[in-house]
Nanobody, 123 residues
């Protein structure tokens, strides 16, 4: 059974940093592109960042470009989201997910999701 477990969320002041981790099990992790999404209260879930199966190609949303970095360690079955220069508008629940198609920017491409980790950025 595929399981994705996020960790690393918390409360941070604006301008601070957090690193989210997503540990995967029950799948051949190195075969799949992975993505990070977020959902703020009352808003739709939105794409944040994605990474190819090998880690050689990454994608980030314009809203976080230059501040967030996605990476993966296939030996540890883990994908990371390094978040720097955090802003109050980054406050949301963050989810990692497995892309079933290899494409990463659209929610419908994903078939398995973690339970999410909350990130709160205070001003």
């Amino acid at each position: 059974q595929v399981q994705l477990v996020e960790s690393g969320g918390g409360l941070v002041q604006a301008g601070g940093s957090l690193t989210l981790s997503c540990a995967a099990s029950g799948l051949t992790f190195s075969s799949y592109a992975m993505g990070w999404f977020r959902q703020a209260p009352g808003k739709a879930r939105e794409f944040v960042a994605g990474i190819s199966w090998s880690g050689s190609t990454t994608y980030t949303a314009d809203s976080v470009k230059g501040r967030f970095t996605v990476s993966r360690d296939n030996a540890k079955n883990t994908v990371y989201l390094q978040m720097n220069s955090l802003k109050p508008e980054d406050t949301a629940d963050y989810y990692c997910a497995r892309s079933q198609t290899g494409r990463v920017k659209v929610l419908i491409e994903y078939d398995y999701w973690g339970q999410g980790t909350q990130v709160t950025v205070s001003s």
